[in-house]
């Protein structure tokens, strides 16, 4: 965490995704989706000078919003600083625009507690297995689609404690998933990296097995000539 002082307050802000948690970067999405949806509705209307006056205005609102999110301090407050100040605050803030580069993880540690992730899920064959796949392909389509809000739960299905059977009980989960609402960003993208991997490795398998039936199919009648 980077420290300013600004008016005699000292504010905290984040340099690097290991430092903000799902549950911060939600919220952060939920302001820029409201953003999002209102310069998606100004653009519908026409745009002329007066327009692009507003445009800049709504501009400097969202930035105080951001600067008031990430500060904890209210939109009030922030719009008395001196324009160069917030700029300089607002530039700590960049790592958010950067392309994240996910690492290929195997495990994490939250809580002092440490889960793993499946090494050969494509492999195994329980029903157990089988289900987890079956949700976690569900949860990724949505989150396709911009729910991100399951995640916590898409990692609660996936990430297994030592020694742990397949098909945990829902009650496990959802707590799982309120608990890992706390885990920092850069191990839910690297969670991310690893589903993507995940999703890709099944879908090769499933094409395997297509593959393997349409063989059969052609040897069968083979067999009986």
């Given at each position: 965490?980077?420290?300013f002082?600004?008016?005699?307050?000292?504010?905290?802000?984040?340099?690097?995704?290991?430092?903000?948690?799902?549950?911060?970067?939600?919220?952060?999405?939920?302001i820029?989706?409201?953003?999002?949806?209102?310069?998606?509705a100004?653009?519908?209307?026409?745009?002329?000078?007066?327009?692009?006056?507003?445009?800049a205005?709504?501009?400097?609102?969202?930035?105080?919003?951001?600067?008031?999110?990430?500060?904890?301090?209210?939109?009030?407050?922030?719009s008395?600083?001196?324009?160069?100040?917030?700029?300089?605050?607002?530039?700590?803030?960049?790592?958010?625009?950067?392309?994240?580069?996910?690492?290929?993880?195997?495990?994490?540690?939250?809580?002092?507690?440490?889960?793993?992730?499946?090494?050969?899920?494509?492999?195994?064959?329980?029903?157990?297995?089988?289900?987890?796949?079956?949700?976690?392909?569900?949860?990724?389509?949505?989150?396709?689609?911009?729910?991100?809000?399951?995640?916590?739960?898409?990692?609660?299905?996936l990430?297994?404690?030592?020694?742990?059977?397949?098909?945990?009980?829902?009650d496990?989960?959802?707590?799982?998933?309120?608990?890992?609402?706390?885990?920092?960003?850069?191990?839910?993208?690297?969670?991310?990296?690893?589903?993507?991997?995940?999703?890709?490795?099944?879908?090769?398998?499933?094409?395997?097995?297509?593959?393997?039936?349409?063989?059969?199919?052609?040897?069968?009648?083979?067999?009986?000539?």
């Amino acid at each position: 965490m980077k420290e300013f002082k600004m008016n005699e307050k000292v504010i905290k802000l984040p340099e690097l995704w290991t430092e903000v948690t799902w549950e911060k970067f939600l919220g952060f999405t939920k302001i820029i989706q409201n953003h999002e949806k209102v310069e998606e509705a100004k653009k519908e209307e026409g745009s002329d000078d007066e327009n692009e006056w507003k445009e800049a205005i709504r501009a400097l609102e969202l930035n105080t919003k951001i600067l008031s999110f990430w500060t904890g301090l209210s939109q009030e407050e922030i719009s008395h600083w001196d324009m160069l100040e917030a700029e300089t605050l607002m530039k700590c803030l960049d790592f958010v625009n950067d392309k994240y580069i996910p690492i290929d993880l195997g495990e994490f540690t939250i809580n002092e507690e440490k889960f793993f992730l499946p090494k050969n899920l494509m492999r195994e064959t329980t029903f157990g297995r089988y289900i987890e796949a079956e949700q976690l392909e569900i949860q990724s389509e949505l989150i396709k689609k911009g729910k991100i809000e399951i995640m916590p739960r898409q990692i609660a299905i996936l990430a297994k404690k030592e020694g742990e059977g397949d098909n945990l009980d829902d009650d496990v989960i959802d707590k799982r998933a309120k608990l890992f609402e706390k885990l920092d960003m850069a191990t839910i993208w690297d969670v991310a990296f690893f589903l993507t991997k995940l999703e890709q490795g099944l879908m090769i398998s499933s094409l395997t097995s297509q593959v393997v039936a349409e063989m059969q199919q052609v040897q069968e009648p083979q067999k009986e000539q």
